[in-house]
């Protein structure tokens, strides 16, 4: 079955659809039954061991919420970095200390939840729900563009009145292409970024003639192709590169 032809449905379409978490978790243990555990609640997880390796992923993707360890070592690497970020994406702590005011000042930044240890694994992914859920209300549950809008709880896509009949795959890339609005992406780019693998650029390719067919029966076209460079979406007017 090829990625592109996968139809959203039940626990399927949570995992294709999953966000995107980061785990800085240095105790070996926790950290691979958390992304295992979170994997398969469809959620699409990077587990690392120590803050700078947590920096090196925050500089190349995007997350929708980080959960830390403060005993993770080069912490404050991963603190200072999260001002830079265009989205900040919420702070999931675990942690001894008892207090959340207590825990701003040790990592240097604003934190959303902590659970205390020893904890759960079970704690901790109830708590990465609300937290999501609480992003999602906040956020109106969705990404808009113009007249083109997703549904983030219920993972659809819409232009004006009319809903997209978008496959799993298909939702992925546009949603990303959305986040990024008015940003330059080349194949190899969406690629890496969206399923985080060198995916062959032919079928980035596919899924792009297929998402222009579907959202730009409307018009203004919002898709548009940089020959050479990549795809952007927005108005027509090639943004820089």
């Known amino acids: 079955m090829r990625v592109d032809d996968v139809r959203p449905t039940c626990h399927e379409e949570r995992s294709r659809y999953g966000r995107r978490l980061l785990a800085a978790i240095p105790e070996p243990g926790l950290r691979r039954s958390l992304a295992a555990r979170l994997g398969s609640s469809g959620y699409l997880v990077e587990a690392v061991g120590t803050g700078a390796a947590a920096v090196g992923y925050l500089g190349e993707r995007r997350f929708d919420l980080i959960?830390?360890?403060?005993?993770?070592?080069?912490?404050w690497d991963l603190a200072h970095h999260r001002p830079a970020l265009v989205e900040r994406p919420p702070i999931l702590c675990v942690t001894s200390c008892e207090s959340l005011d207590r825990l701003v000042p040790e990592i240097g930044t604003e934190v959303d939840d902590y659970v205390t240890k020893p904890c759960r694994v079970a704690e901790l992914?109830?708590?990465?729900q609300v937290l999501l859920r609480a992003g999602n209300a906040a956020h109106g549950s969705g990404l808009r563009h113009e007249d083109l809008r997703?549904?983030?709880?219920?993972?659809?896509?819409?232009?004006?009145e009319r809903r997209l009949d978008v496959t799993a795959a298909?939702?992925?890339?546009?949603?990303?292409?959305?986040?990024?609005?008015?940003q330059v992406l080349s194949k190899e780019q969406l690629a890496w970024q969206v399923w985080g693998e060198s995916r062959a650029t032919n079928t980035v390719e596919r899924l792009m003639s297929r998402l222009r067919q579907k959202v730009d029966?409307?018009?203004?076209?919002?898709?548009?192709?940089?020959?050479?460079?990549?795809?952007?979406?927005?108005?027509?007017?090639?943004?820089?590169v």
Request: no cysteine; hydrophobic share 45%; glycine share 8%.
């Open 217 to 240: 029966r409307t018009r203004p076209a919002l898709i548009h192709t940089r020959r050479g460079f990549g795809y952007w979406l927005g108005d027509e007017t090639a943004p820089k």
């Open 125 to 128: 992914l109830a708590r990465v």
């Open 150 to 160: 997703l549904d983030e709880i219920v993972y659809q896509a819409w232009r004006g």
């Open 170 to 182: 298909e939702y992925r890339l546009l949603r990303h292409l959305l986040l990024n609005a008015g």
């Open 67 to 75: 959960i830390v360890d403060m005993d993770i070592p080069d912490l």
